[in-house]
């Protein structure tokens, strides 16, 4: 059988049956609601963008806020399918039963989206982070590997299906909590709207499993991204 042959939804299910497997019983489990407000717009300089995500996160059902990310970057395109991201987090921790913290992180990034496949398009994320954590000497090294597909519903041009995973991996151990390994998993499916040619609306489930210390932790969120090019 050819490629050709295949119905595009036959790549998402091979997807999703790559997804890792989570292999603890009985981790701890909170519904959460994650927002993201996403701006992006070009730079003099040619090819050279400018992006800015603004990211509250609640846990308990949407009750307590969890964390509050701002994210600017800036982008280099040399051509339409690749970039090359310089970011930097600021993140404010609201842990239950304990005082807020800040961590800061400088991040580098490589996106490529590869040739669609049966309508099916294919992009891949690579980012290395570098964390550090208010009150702490150590800084933590992460890796960061995301798959995303996408393909356009049948009558409905401007709708398509989402499906994505991510993979969190800790390059070394730090005094305020890392530990060297997997450190988490992060699946997601759902809706992009192209509302308009700047603006898009992404929405669905995210299943993240944390690998943590004391417990594992998986999380069921309602992930929402709303973005704007100007």
Not at 44 to 62: C, K, V
Not at 64 to 79: C, E, G, Q
Not at 91 to 96: Q, T
Request: proline share 4%.
């Amino acid at each position: 059988m050819t490629n050709r042959n295949l119905h595009p939804y036959c790549y998402l299910c091979i997807l999703i049956l790559g997804v890792s497997a989570q292999a603890w019983a009985g981790p701890e489990e909170d519904g959460s609601y994650w927002h993201t407000l996403r701006l992006q717009g070009t730079l003099p300089a040619q090819n050279l963008y400018w992006n800015m995500d603004f990211n509250p996160r609640y846990r308990n059902e949407g009750k307590h806020i969890d964390y509050l990310y701002y994210r600017p970057a800036i982008f280099y395109k040399p051509n339409p399918k690749t970039s090359l991201w310089l970011g930097h987090d600021t993140i404010i921790g609201h842990p239950a039963g304990k005082s807020a913290y800040h961590e800061n992180r400088w991040w580098e990034q490589f996106q490529y989206q590869f040739d669609p496949i049966a309508s099916i398009t294919f992009t891949n994320r690579t980012r290395v982070e570098e964390r550090e954590r208010e009150g702490f000497h150590d800084v933590g090294y992460r890796l960061r590997e995301m798959i995303k597909s996408s393909t356009p519903l049948k009558n409905h041009s401007k709708l398509s299906f989402v499906v994505s995973n991510e993979l969190f991996i800790n390059v070394d151990k730090t005094d305020w909590g890392a530990r060297r390994g997997f450190d988490q998993n992060r699946f997601f499916v759902g809706l992009n709207w192209k509302i308009t040619e700047r603006c898009n609306l992404e929405t669905g489930y995210l299943n993240q499993f944390v690998n943590k210390a004391t417990h594992h932790l998986e999380n069921h969120i309602i992930n929402t991204t709303l973005g704007f090019k100007f």
